[in-house]
């Protein structure tokens, strides 16, 4: 019963940590934001996202190894209780580059 017990707290407590950024699924985004915009607007906006979306994957590849060290030194994943994780913001930018994807190449853009 112990056994169970601690894997089962082994298993809680891992499942909490962040995620590697390249685990990361997009999130599907509502709408048409990108309906009205012209082929250049989109591919500006695609960089834009893009760089945003760089650094937002630093921020969590550098929780997701901090959370691996807090939890085999002391158990807890501490970027993630700390708020550090990163997963909603890159999962909503993904999904605001593929939606612009599917916009530049509905309307034959390069």
């Known amino acids: 019963m112990r056994r169970f017990l601690l894997s089962s ?3 809680v407590t891992l499942a909490a940590c962040a995620k ?3 685990n990361i699924a997009a999130i599907p985004v509502s709408g048409n934001p990108y309906g009205s915009y012209s082929c250049s607007q989109l591919a500006a906006e ?3 996202i893009t760089q945003q979306l ?3 994957e630093a921020e969590q590849r ?3 190894n901090s959370d691996a060290i807090g939890v085999f030194l002391i158990g807890l994943p501490v970027s993630s209780m700390s ?3 990163k997963e909603a913001a890159i999962g909503v930018a ?3 580059i593929n939606e612009i994807d ?3 190449l509905a309307r034959g853009c390069r």
Do not use: F, I, M, T
């Open 94 to 96: 993904r999904g605001r």
């Open 54 to 56: 760089a650094g937002v």
């Open 20 to 22: 590697q950024p390249e």
């Open 102 to 104: 599917r916009v530049k």
């Open 46 to 48: 695609r960089l834009q």
């Open 83 to 85: 708020g550090n994780d």
């Open 62 to 64: 550098s929780a997701a």
């Open 9 to 11: 707290a082994v298993l």
